[in-house]
RNA sequence: UGCCCCAUAGUCUAAUGGUAGGACAACUGCCUCUGGAGCAGCUGGUUGAGGUUCGAAUCCUUGUGGGGCAGCCA
């Protein structure tokens, strides 16, 4: 955790702070409470990084909890990615690591106590009833005609429930507060119902389940939760939050403070829609490059030191807004500069041919592997008559202020030669299919002895030493800058990019990147950075496009 | 036409009644064996109207704009 990663103090810091100096809390305890149904995303990590963040700063304890009270959508599948991807991230739950469904007894018996104070009653409606009786935005709902079924009468169906004696659907526990309210959430809530899904951890022990709202609350309790961070969409549910923990006088009260969720120009953040991307086949799986998840970022190639630093750049508010994709990216240069390897991958070859070269020599030149960190050594590129360099690095008819080869013209090769430009050769298309230049044997390692200059230098290979590699290019997934705030009546998914993936099967690298193991980060000199995907092997070597460097040419053009 | 929340440069965010600052983006130079990196500079902001105050981004009233809420989801 480097220091810079928390210069300001957020809202949230500031209630700590003053709980901290009132004695109300003199360590403070957050938690992390995700439900297993789905891949963590960027957005997650926001979270992640202020509620474990905050324990460190503030040196408290954060858990690590499965909000796990719905059978039907949670998997074990999910518990593990979860697992897994906080970890990469950089933080540790040590043994506070909990389920929702480790409380379920608990629960219950704190449902009880609600029946026997006569807060709490089985009510009988159909979904559809209960729904129609609860009122709407403008209009007070209806008490239930169950609400006022004795505690003892109560207490016995609920048992009877939790037995398994009624079909799914059939009855719920509800809580009685005020039908009336302006506040949906308090019109009498459904805190249990019926359901007879295998739950991923406790199996066909229960059929009965609570609700979030009940058993959140009673969960950061029981942990002795001190500060409860949620995203916005809750705050209509505090006033519930702490009816609830007001209850009972054995639990301590935690606080809830929400927080706005991330946005992130070209990207949708919902679960939902994510899942759908996955479902149709829009992306090859969660953790495709493309995706925002935490697991397709990683196979991007982007940094949990990266993401970390953007988390805390962002900051954390009320406001919903959203932030440039720009500004991740800057993050994951920033990191990557400091430790990718630098080396020369030629993505879209052209044939040149040093004509004063001789033809079988091979010259081994060292070449620095990253000029931001000496420690990072130096190795060998092999030098021969014929090389390979970026087509985009060649001109016949240059525009002004090119930097790069064009007929008569000098550049430099990357720790290697001056090389002059002096025949192009084409085809029947008039497409260039070689360059034919010549070398200056006295500029070895890439320094004229006269000192001259030369405007520009480019990466390239040795044809013969040069292996091929895949190279996936990826760009955005979403063409539009806000992909779910589309005009009604289109659907997000019109706007996927169609070319957010280019595989290049041409690319040629020097040979040490033969070499590279899975996940590990590259620089392809003058282009971008990369990183070894999990599918590469060293007969076939396959990158990831990580994220592009910045181009001021390009820009310029 | 209910309730809750929010509003500071293009974007995100600080300023806690006392000089509106940072990061990204953009732009201009410098430098460079990556048109990378780095360095320097510059542009650009408090949602409108009232009020309190010596003094308001900050407190109050009100308008406007935006977000959320009617799962036996979380």
Not at 106 to 122: F, M, R, S, T
Request: proline share 6%.
């Amino acid at each position: 955790m480097t220091q810079q990663e928390y210069v300001n103090t957020n809202f949230i810091e500031d209630i700590i702070i003053e709980d901290r100096e009132s004695g109300k809390h003199p360590s403070i305890h957050t938690r992390f409470p995700p439900e297993p149904n789905g891949y963590l995303h960027i957005g997650h990590a926001k979270s992640i990084c202020l509620n474990f963040g905050l324990a460190q700063k503030y040196n408290g304890l954060c858990n690590l909890r499965m909000d796990d009270t719905n059978p039907s959508k949670e998997d074990e599948e999910y518990v593990q990615s979860i697992i897994n991807d906080i970890k990469w991230l950089g933080f540790d739950w040590d043994e506070r690591f909990f389920f929702a469904s480790d409380y379920f007894e608990e629960l219950y018996k704190y449902a009880c106590q609600l029946i026997e104070k006569g807060l709490a009653y089985v009510c009988e409606l159909t979904p559809e009833e209960v729904r129609k009786s609860r009122g709407t935005l403008t209009e007070s709902g209806t008490n239930s005609p169950f609400r006022n079924r004795t505690a003892q009468e109560n207490l016995a169906i609920f048992h009877r429930m939790r037995a398994g004696e009624y079909p799914e659907g059939s009855k719920t526990l509800r809580v009685k507060i005020d039908m009336t309210s302006p506040n949906i959430n308090m019109r009498d809530p459904i805190i249990y119902r019926i359901s007879y899904a295998t739950h991923h951890k406790t199996g066909n022990t229960w059929c009965i389940y609570p609700m979030y709202d009940y058993a959140h609350c009673i969960s950061d309790a029981l942990e002795h939760i001190t500060h409860s961070i949620c995203t916005l969409e809750f705050e209509d549910h505090r006033p519930l939050y702490d009816w609830f923990v007001n209850q009972f006088t054995d639990l301590p009260k935690p606080r809830q403070i929400e927080f706005a969720r991330l946005n992130i120009t070209y990207t949708v953040m919902s679960k939902r829609k994510l899942l759908e991307l996955v479902k149709g086949n829009y992306v090859n799986g969660w953790d495709d490059p493309r995706m925002p998840t935490l697991c397709g970022m990683r196979r991007r190639g982007y940094t949990p030191q990266a993401i970390r630093n953007f988390a805390a750049q962002i900051g954390v508010a009320k406001f919903n807004g959203i932030s440039d994709l720009e500004l991740l990216e800057h993050f994951v240069r920033e990191d990557l500069n400091k430790k990718a390897t630098r080396v020369n991958v030629v993505l879209n070859p052209l044939k040149v041919t040093i004509e004063n070269f001789p033809e079988d020599e091979v010259l081994w030149l060292d070449a620095e592997n990253n000029p931001e960190d000496e420690t990072a050594g130096i190795r060998q590129i092999p030098f021969s008559k014929h090389i390979l360099i970026e087509q985009d690095d060649f001109s016949e008819n240059p525009p002004p202020k090119y930097f790069r080869l064009s007929p008569s013209k000098e550049i430099r090769l990357k720790h290697a030669f001056y090389i002059t430009c002096k025949e192009v050769i084409k085809n029947s298309d008039n497409t260039v299919v070689e360059v034919i230049c010549t070398y200056d044997p006295e500029s070895k390692g890439g320094w004229a002895k006269d000192g001259r200059k030369v405007l520009g230098t480019s990466h390239w290979v040795s044809e013969k030493e040069a292996i091929p590699i895949e190279v996936r290019q990826y760009t955005k997934l979403f063409l539009d800058k806000e992909p779910e705030n589309v005009v009604p009546g289109t659907d997000y998914k019109d706007g996927i990019n169609k070319d957010s993936l280019a595989i290049m099967n041409n690319a040629l690298a020097e040979p040490s990147v033969a070499k590279a193991a899975a996940g590990q980060a590259f620089q392809f000199l003058r282009q971008g950075y990369y990183v070894a995907d999990i599918d590469t092997t060293e007969s076939k070597p396959i990158f990831n496009l990580t994220v592009k460097l910045k181009d001021g040419w390009t820009k310029k053009k």
